[in-house]
């Protein structure tokens, strides 16, 4: 449907749960990703250097990019992005971790698709 009255903006929501198995190896590549930033002031780099090392969610914040997630589809282009990170605490067999309530096998009630992986 192509009508006026139809936005050409789409909000994608996307939650994800990873598990870090190398605390190093994440904050190692973070640190790599900081450095290579020429944009950064230096006194953001420093702080950011301090959180990574720190924090595993911190570190993912600065490896994970949006627009990678949409920079190769075709007749897509990136308007805005935000993203955040924290740790959690996480049980696969949980209630709380399944899918969306609003959920129907893979589609929401109100006609919007939904992909889980």
């Known amino acids: 449907m192509s009508t006026p009255e139809t936005s050409r903006f789409v909000r994608l929501h996307v939650e994800l749960v990873v598990e870090v198995d190398d605390s ?17 002031p230096a006194e953001e780099r420093l702080h950011a250097e301090t959180a990574v090392k720190e924090d595993d969610a911190e570190a993912l914040a600065y490896l994970v990019d949006p627009f990678d997630l949409v920079s190769k589809l075709p007749g ?7 993203w955040s990170s924290e740790q959690i605490e996480y049980d696969p067999d949980s209630p709380d971790w399944e899918a969306d309530e609003d959920d129907v096998d893979g589609e929401e009630e109100d006609g919007e698709g939904g992909r889980g992986l």
């Open 24 to 40: 190093g190896d994440l904050a190692a590549s973070a640190l790599r990703r900081i450095a290579e930033d020429e944009h950064m």
């Open 76 to 82: 897509v282009e990136l308007s805005q992005a935000s």
